[in-house]
């Protein structure tokens, strides 16, 4: 009801831009309170991981024949950046961002595979949709939310939750940094139970970013 009321606000003016900042704030104490709530949101959800789900959504995301991502918004950063980390390490992985790709590939996936929706409300109708044709399709269905009730969670056989901490309530800055943890805990335990195929796949693309490097000219 309160952050509902700030959003009905007509005066900016009088409006506070979130929870302990205020428009008069100076940037010291901005740069504060921003940090110290990315920190408590990622400290929260260490303390509150669910470790046996990590592990399910590890070992099956390791043994997949094919890994969808799907999210929109700002959950579909999100599910780039995770593929992009799957990808690395040797996973057949694809996210997907608009919604009628990601339901064309839902539909086409099988129990050998898995689907992962991202959202941090769990009620992106974007995201339910195809995590729920997915597990129609018998693929394990893995949901990242900070809603256990939510429609993502009840889609999922797997639920990995994050802490709902919002620094603004026009934007939530907390709540993306405590999902990126739980993909930063889901990625490297892949890589360990892949660990030939992840080692061989970063050894083999190691050497591009180097290659790509600018060297800096030094002026005479």
């Keep these: 009801a309160q952050e509902r009321g700030r959003g009905q606000v007509s005066d900016w ?9 205020s428009p008069d704030d100076s940037l010291e104490r901005v740069v504060q309170v921003v940090g110290s709530t990315d920190l408590r949101a990622v400290q929260q959800t260490i303390d509150r991981i669910d470790l046996d789900a990590i592990e399910r959504a590890a070992q099956a995301t390791a043994r997949a024949r094919r890994i969808d991502v799907y999210g929109v918004g700002g959950s579909g950063a999100v599910a780039q950046e995770t ?9 057949a992985v694809r996210g997907w961002t608009e919604v ?12 050998a595979d898995v689907a992962i929706g991202i959202s941090h409300s769990g009620a992106t109708r974007e995201t339910v949709e195809p995590l729920e044709l997915a597990k129609e399709r018998g693929a394990t269905t893995v949901a990242i939310t900070s809603d256990p009730r939510s429609a993502l969670a009840k889609a999922a056989d797997i639920r990995l939750i994050s802490t709902a901490s919002e620094t603004s309530f026009l934007t939530g800055i907390g709540g993306r940094h405590s999902i990126l943890v739980l993909i930063d805990c889901l990625y490297v335990r892949v890589a360990q139970l892949s660990y030939q195929r992840a080692s061989a796949s970063l050894a083999l693309t ?15």
């Design 13 to 21: 003016g009088t409006a506070e831009i979130g929870p302990e900042i």
């Design 83 to 91: 593929e992009t980390r799957l990808f690395r390490i040797g996973c």
């Design 100 to 111: 009628h790709g990601a339901a064309t590939s839902a539909a086409l996936l099988t129990p």
């Design 206 to 220: 190691d050497h591009i970013g180097p290659q790509h490097t600018v060297k800096s000219r030094r002026s005479r």
